[in-house]
Each structure stands twice: as C-alpha cells, then as structure tokens.
C-alpha cells in the first residue's frame, strides 16, 4: 500500500483546499479503531475518514457512509465533546513522516478559545489517533499505549505527547544536494534500497519507481556507478523531490487486472511497463477512497461468502467423486454382452458340461468357431451354471441403464454447483449473498433459517442493466434463480439471448424491441456476457445467441438451467462494461 509521506503529503494539500475553515458537524465510530468525521465547508459535507487499522490506516475523504453502534465508544465522545461545531485551521505533517496533524479550533469547558490537534500516525500495527490539547497534553487516544505495551513510548491522558523515535533519516523535501550526494557515497545498496533507506516517508514503491525513471531498473547497485552516473542520480532524487516539495502530484491507481484494484499512489507509476494498468484520478482522496472502498467491499464480501463457497465445494467435491465411481460402474457394465454369450454357449452345450467341473471349452459360433474357455462353478449344475451368466447379464443391463441415469442427474448436479459458486464469486452486496442462499435452501442444500420480525427480509435485487451501441438495452442476472426469471418471465420472445458455451455463467439478454440487432451489437452484448462467467479472464470465451423463442426449461431442471437450439456462437474477449469501471 502506497500511503508513505508522499501520499500524506499530497492528501494533507488536497485537504487544505477544501477543508480549511470548515466546521465540525458530526462524529462517528464506526469501527473500533476508526473515526468518521462530517465537515462543513464550501456549503458541502465533507466525509473524513480517519483509521489506524493495522491493515489498512489511512485519512482521506470518503464517500462510504458505515452504519454505527448504537452508543458510541469513549474515543468518539472525548472528540465530540472537544471537537464539535470546531473551525479547521490548518493540517501539518511533521518531517515528512507518515503522520498527519488536524488543528482544530473549539471552545472548551470554560467556554474559552483554544487549539485542539488531532494526530493520525499511520505506522501498520502501530497506527494511532490521538488527541491533544494547546500545550501538547494527550487528552485521549483511540488505542491506548502504557508500559505494558512499549517501554520507549507511552499514549496516556495526561502525559505530553511525543513524536515516535526518530529513524535518523533524512526529509526529503528539506534536504540539500550535498547532503544527498553524501549519503549516496557511502551506500553499497541497491538504488531503490538507498532511497527507502534514507529518506523519511518514502514507501517501498515511490522508491522502486525513482530508480526505474532515472536507471530504467530499479537494482542498479550505487557501489557499481561511476562518479558522473552517480551525480547524476543525486540531481534527479533532488529534482524529484522539489517537484514533491511543489506539489505537483499525479494520483493514480493501480489495477492488476481490469475490473481489480491492486495500489495507489501519489505520483505516477511507470515501472511495470504495461504490466499494471494505470489509471490517472482528479485527487488522491477520490483515489484511496475507491481502492479502500473496492478492498473493504471485497473482504465483507470474502467473510459473508467463506462459509457458502467452502459448502459448496465440499458438495462439488462429493458430487466429482459420485460421478468417479458411476462412470467406473460404468465401465463394468460393458462386458455385459460377455455374459450373455456365455449363458448362450452354455445352454446349447449343456450336455458336454461334466459335473462338478471348473470351466468347459466350447465352440463359440459368435466367433467362426473358436474354441473358448468358460469359468463354471463347480458346486452348480450345468443349467444353473447358463442361469448365472444370464442373471449377471441382466444385473449389468439394469445397472447401465439406471448407472447413465444417475450420470446425468450427477452431471446436472455438477453443473448446477459450478454456476452457484460462479454467481457467488460475483456477488456484489448482502442482497446478492442472500438471493443465492435463498436459492440453496429452496433446492434442498441449505435449512431455511426463519426469519423472525427483529430480522429485516432481504429484498430482491434486480439485475445487472447495460445501454451499448444504437441504444440497445443489455440485462445480465446475477444467479440463477435470476437467470430463470429474465430469460423464461422478463424477456420477450424476439429478444435475443446469450450464454457461455459450456461455461458457467450469467444469462444475458437484449432487449430488441423489434428491432435485430446488428453483428456489433451482438458482439458487444457477447463480450459483456462473457465477462459476467467463469472465463472472464479467458482471452477468447465462445458465445452462443438465440432468440429467446428457442431457449426451453426442462421439467425438473434445477434454477438457471435450459436448453436451446438454433444458435450461433461469437468468440469474443471479455470485457467490463464502461459504466462499472
């Protein structure tokens, strides 16, 4: 994560264009290590989010609005009773460290004037808020630090605050070029290991990112450049750091994928060379507002959704092992016509069969006459002996017949679970998670929990809507219980149709209004398609279209399965429809 000084720097100038002289209107607390604070300024509401999560402490503007405990822990009344209706006057940050100071101007008890500051220290496990008063005096602090806890630095009411140890590192934007040049003679390091090493506040990612734009390989070893390479470096980190002290800022983020958010930064990221999307942002706190929104969606998402993806894989691993052993059944069954043959040999050659003998040699008149070895079972006559290969015969018929039966129900099984877990990795919000459950219970996997009047019923979410070229209306579902509902209730029968070939996945429909639709049209809706199902990040997924008329539901089917005929396919590369990126 790429909140180091330079992104404190960059959030602490955004903020003060748009924040100074606000008012304090509310504050929240929403988790137990997070404040929310709503401020009034420019005739707006401002959403500040302030963190010191051990995985993810962070201050930036947010647009997330978290639902509340109904009475508020201790931290979040110590800062409204010091901090409501308080004037912002300014933010600082102190030696470029990751660390961002609120000073907030408020009456207190005495009804007198004072400077209240709020200090976010943004240090992994060690991150904190605390609040102090005019003479630096800690008032209260959302995690508390005794002696217990650290011996070198204690967070108590009381006490006066403290910066935290000094790294003996130098401030990047106070820095003079000697000073640089200095540092760099005595480094054997890596060109990025020297910048993350000798600078406060440099993150681990801006370092790799100077040395690439100024080597074009971050490993350069320093022991290994000559006197001029080596100025040279010193005067870019200079340059590069007025520009920081300037504030010309470039906010990005940074995705591994199309539709998945990887980092953030500050300034512009050129180093993975096409490896990494970037994508440019108006403001670093728009920025770190949808990584973090993105990241916190996907961990909800990941924890409400653990316990059903491990179901469902537990039932798709049963349903795999079913089908090994039908199909290994399967195969048995196919000497079947062995044992007839023999029953047939036998009977004609009763006669020949010696009492109590292991096996008889006969002419098979199934083969030109060659002479064949059949097993007996002494213990049985000659007749029983012809009964028994008949009855095995017909044991192994009937099995064939019930065995690709069950195949198929287990085919359809399997199928059915890979295009719930399909839909359940897709899911957006608890409405999804909760249509899905739904569906489960009505088919027999889950027990329905009742819902008692303390418990509010989660209503039904309506299906993905795209407009693509010449105004076509584009609906995909999100499950299957939704499938069933577009393609068999919503859709007309001229509207056209699409789905995965062999592939779990979403049912997408175009709405034709009587119109056909052209080959781009379809490729388009073919594409978006293709990315609401298990191949969406296959490079060349096949489609197939056809009018609604020609898709039909099975009597029995399970939710979401149908056939079709009279189709086409379109290979197409998946792609995330504009209005969700």
């Not at 602090?141 to 403290?162: A, C, N, T, W």
């Not at 099984?413 to 489960?440: F, M, T």
């Not at 509902?485 to 056209?496: G, V």
Request: proline share 4%.
């Amino acid at each position: 994560m790429a909140f180091d000084g330079i992104a404190i720097s960059c959030i602490k100038s955004e903020l003060e264009k748009l924040l100074i002289n606000g008012r304090v209107d509310k504050i929240l607390q929403p988790e137990y290590d997070e404040i929310s604070i709503v401020i009034r300024a420019g005739g707006n509401n401002h959403r500040l989010i302030v963190s010191a999560s051990s995985s993810s402490p962070r201050v930036h503007l947010t647009s997330v609005q978290k639902e509340n405990p109904e009475k508020p822990p201790m931290f979040c009344m110590l800062l409204r009773k010091h901090l409501t209706s308080g004037k912002i006057v300014g933010f600082s940050q102190t030696d470029f460290e990751r660390m961002l100071q609120i000073h907030i101007e408020a009456r207190d008890e005495l009804g007198d004037i004072s400077i209240k500051t709020l200090i976010i220290e943004i240090m992994g496990r060690h991150s904190n808020i605390i609040l102090t008063d005019g003479q630096n005096k800690i008032l209260g602090s959302i995690k508390h630090v005794d002696f217990s806890v650290s011996s070198l630095r204690q967070l108590i009411p009381g006490m006066l605050y403290e910066m935290p140890p000094s790294q003996g590192k130098l401030n990047p934007i106070e820095t003079s070029k000697e000073e640089i040049s200095a540092a760099s003679e005595k480094s054997e390091e890596n060109a990025d290991g020297f910048i993350l090493n000798a600078f406060t506040g440099i993150g681990p990612l801006t370092a790799r990112e100077i040395a690439f734009i100024c080597f074009n390989d971050y490993s350069t070893n320093l022991s290994l450049l000559t006197h001029s390479e080596k100025q040279s470096f010193v005067d870019f980190i200079y340059q590069y750091f007025i520009k920081i002290k300037n504030e010309e800022y470039y906010p990005v983020l940074l995705y591994k994928k199309e539709d998945k958010i990887w980092d953030f930064s500050a300034v512009d990221i050129t180093q993975y060379q096409g490896k990494i999307i970037v994508k440019a942002r108006d403001s670093l706190n728009n920025a770190a507002d949808e990584f973090f929104k993105t990241r916190d969606m996907q961990e909800r998402m990941n924890q409400k959704t653990s316990d059903l993806v491990k179901f469902i894989e537990n039932n798709l691993q049963r349903c795999r092992k079913k089908l090994a052993l039908q199909y290994q059944k399967l195969k048995d069954c196919e000497n079947k016509e062995s044992d007839k043959m023999y029953g047939d040999l036998l009977t004609t050659n009763l006669f020949k069969i010696q009492p109590k003998s292991n096996f008889i040699e006969v002419e098979n008149y199934y083969d030109d006459m060659n002479i064949i070895r059949i097993s007996l079972k002494p213990e049985l006559s000659p007749s029983q002996n012809a009964q028994r290969y008949y009855k095995i015969y017909q044991k192994s018929k009937n099995a064939e017949v019930m065995t690709t039966k069950q195949i198929q129900l287990a085919e359809n099984e399997l199928e059915y679970l890979e295009s719930v877990l399909e839909s359940l990795q897709r899911a957006q919000n608890e409405k999804d998670v909760g249509e899905i459950r739904d569906e489960l219970s009505a088919e027999g996997y889950l027990v329905k929990k009742k819902v008692t009047s303390k418990i509010r019923k989660i209503q039904a979410s309506a299906p993905h809507k795209f407009t693509i070229l010449d105004g076509f209306e584009v609906y995909v579902g999100k499950n299957n219980v939704q499938n069933d509902e577009l393609t068999l209730r919503t859709a007309n029968s001229t509207d056209l149709w699409l789905h995965t070939k062999n592939i779990p996945g979403s049912h997408t429909i175009i709405k034709t209004k009587g119109i056909t639709p052209s080959d781009d049209v379809i490729a388009e809706a073919a594409k978006i398609c293709a990315f609401f199902s298990k191949a969406k990040n296959s490079a060349n997924v096949p489609v197939d279209y056809t009018i609604v008329k020609n898709v039909k539901k099975p009597n029995g089917a399970k939710p979401g399965m149908v056939i079709y005929d009279n189709y086409n396919t379109v290979n197409v590369k998946p792609t995330c429809p504009e209005s969700m990126q």
